[in-house]
């Protein structure tokens, strides 16, 4: 799955469960665990941007997914330039992302773990260079981009 940086507010955290559900209105479906501290911002805001960084930013995105934003505030513990959306009111996403969805959603009840979320793409920006080198999630703490894996260690 490509792992995407997902955005609300100023806080952000890491996403693979996404995925583009409608070219006409442009939609994407978001699944997110009911615990996250970034689904109360979604619940509160009502827009999201889905960004995509490439491989040599690896380390501190999936970091994000380990620090709360209950508790820091991720940009700047983690060091990472943020800039206003371009289409979004609250919403800031990292400067050196590649390519950029900026989505106002809606939520999809559902009974499982996850809370569902559809995203109408608002804006959206990047070039060719955001597919060279993305970051895949294997599963657990297991990571790839075109012919490298990694791991990530805590």
């Not at 996250?36 to 509160?44: C, G, I, M, V």
């Not at 930013?57 to 999936?62: K, L, M, N, S």
Request: charged letters at 25%; a positive charge.
């Amino acid at each position: 799955m490509r792992l995407a940086l997902l955005a609300v507010g100023e806080n952000f955290m890491p996403m693979a469960w996404w995925t583009p559900v409608s070219k006409e209105p442009f939609r994407f479906l978001l699944a997110m665990d009911r615990r996250n501290h970034t689904l109360s911002l979604l619940r509160e805001l009502g827009e999201a941007a889905l960004c995509f960084l490439p491989w040599e930013e690896r380390a501190w995105v999936v970091r994000a997914g380990y620090l709360s934003g209950r508790r820091a505030q991720k940009a700047q513990k983690l060091g990472i330039p943020l800039r206003p959306a371009r289409r979004l009111v609250r919403t800031q996403v990292p400067e050196k992302a590649l390519a950029v969805y900026e989505l106002r959603v809606v939520e999809w009840p559902t009974d499982g773990d996850h809370s569902l979320f559809l995203g109408d793409v608002l804006h959206a920006e990047g070039g060719a260079e955001a597919k060279r080198r993305p970051i895949l999630f294997l599963g657990f703490r297991d990571f790839a981009t075109l012919g490298e894996t990694w791991r990530f260690r805590p």
